[in-house]
């Protein structure tokens, strides 16, 4: 049983494309790693949702690891167009990707 090696909880959200690049380069720090798959609500597309185990200090060097492994990306989604004579879709750029992180202290962390 460990206790307390871990003391922050990284929660981050990334696209389907970055996460095995994500966690290949999280997996160098030595950061204790799950993997859930998960669907945005937005645009309904597959992503990733990776738990994050983290000792205090570590921050800042997964920020950068996943700041380096996921990517933005603009895709274009057709939106019919309003009041036209045919329901014609029009293409619409949105950003997509990157990582939504969020960062929370652990009381207590056990394994067995």
Do not use: W
């Amino acid at each position: 049983m460990q206790v307390n090696s871990i003391q922050k909880l990284m929660i981050a959200i990334v696209q389907e494309q970055d996460v095995d690049v994500a966690e290949r380069a999280l997996g160098t720090l030595g950061a204790t790693l799950f993997h859930l798959s998960s669907t945005g609500g937005f645009l309904g597309r597959r992503n990733a949702t990776l738990l994050i185990g983290l000792q205090n200090g570590m921050e800042k060097e997964a920020i950068d690891t996943l700041t380096a492994s996921c990517r933005q990306r603009v895709e274009y989604l057709a939106i019919p167009l309003e009041g036209a004579a045919m329901p014609l879709p029009t293409p619409m750029p949105v950003t997509v990707g990157g990582a939504t992180v969020f960062t929370i202290p652990v009381e207590r962390f056990e394994e067995f």
